[in-house]
């Protein structure tokens, strides 16, 4: 027998869930023909932690797509999705300014040998433009300062669901998996910093960094994005006063797709 007057408290505005739901079917109608098919997004009201739209899928009952995969708790590699937190932490422990001129040059740990994305090197860079332009090699060299576990260390103590083996420098360029829950929490810390945790000066400054500089954008939107190993998935988590929204789009299956990067704008 069904319970009666079954009451499932909950934080979702219906309003905001509606408005995301056909937001990410607007965006997969334009690109279904370039084989994006699937995609999650969570918005969360940063002063409070709540989750006020959830989207698990592009579409719940198409089985093609394992529509009843939640890709808002399904581990996923992050891409750069976590640079934003190297920088903090660095900023944090007072080893960079924004201006702080770092090097994008070849550089070896112990038989690691990290590349950027493009291949390429551009020497000296200031840190705040080391981020916006998302460098790999720059920031896996500033995780390598970091103390106190670094960035490992701080994620675990943030409540993120990461696998036990230990990740090494990789982790600065998403060598783990984690949730797009976990990820949209971690980005409402640089919105709505926690006492003891991340520095209201580091996370103003890391996200004046990542501010979005295309005319189109909203004024005062923050933005990062990142692209998984193998094109598998992409990522892009904004933040704009109290509101935080992360998006991701792949294949539940995982299989890549050669071309498919998340670019800021």
């Given at each position: 027998k069904e319970p009666e007057n079954l009451t499932i408290p909950?934080?979702?505005?219906?309003?905001?869930?509606?408005?995301?739901?056909?937001?990410i079917r607007d965006f997969l109608d334009r690109w279904y023909s370039q084989g994006l098919h699937n995609a999650s997004a969570v918005l969360l009201h940063a002063p409070t932690g709540e989750i006020r739209a959830s989207v698990g899928s592009a579409e719940f009952h198409d089985v093609a797509?394992?529509?009843q995969v939640d890709?808002?708790?399904?581990?996923?590699?992050?891409?750069?999705?976590?640079?934003?937190?190297?920088?903090a932490l660095a900023l944090d422990?007072?080893?960079?300014?924004?201006?702080?001129?770092?090097?994008?040059?070849p550089k070896r740990f112990a038989g690691y040998n990290p590349e950027n994305s493009d291949r390429q090197f551009l020497g000296p860079i200031a840190a705040s433009?080391?981020?916006?332009?998302?460098?790999?090699?720059?920031?896996?060299?500033?995780?390598?300062?970091?103390?106190?576990?670094?960035?490992?260390?701080?994620?675990?103590?943030?409540?993120?669901?990461?696998?036990?083996?230990?990740?090494?420098?990789a982790?600065?360029?998403?060598?783990?998996?984690?949730?797009?829950e976990?990820?949209?929490?971690?980005?409402?810390?640089?919105?709505?910093?926690?006492?003891?945790?991340?520095?209201?000066?580091?996370?103003?400054?890391?996200?004046?960094?990542?501010?979005?500089?295309?005319?189109?954008?909203?004024?005062?939107l923050s933005c990062k994005t990142g692209t998984s190993n193998g094109f598998r998935d992409a990522w892009a988590c904004g933040v704009m006063g109290d509101w935080v929204l992360c998006v991701w789009v792949g294949h539940f299956d995982g299989?890549?797709?050669p071309g498919l990067l998340a670019l800021e704008t």
């Open positions: 909950t934080t979702i505005d219906l309003a905001q869930q509606h408005e995301i739901e056909q937001s797509i394992s529509g890709g808002t708790i399904a581990p996923r590699s992050p891409g750069s999705t976590l640079k934003p937190f190297i920088y422990a007072g080893l960079i300014h924004p201006q702080t001129l770092l090097d994008d040059a433009e080391a981020l916006r332009r998302s460098r790999n090699v720059p920031a896996i060299k500033l995780a390598n300062r970091l103390p106190d576990g670094g960035l490992e260390t701080f994620l675990r103590t943030s409540g993120v669901d990461l696998p036990e083996r230990s990740h090494g420098l982790l600065a360029i998403g060598a783990t998996e984690m949730r797009l976990d990820l949209a929490k971690l980005y409402a810390e640089l919105a709505y910093p926690q006492q003891g945790k991340l520095s209201p000066q580091a996370c103003w400054l890391t996200l004046k960094a990542l501010q979005c500089d295309d005319p189109g954008a909203p004024i005062g299989h890549g797709m």
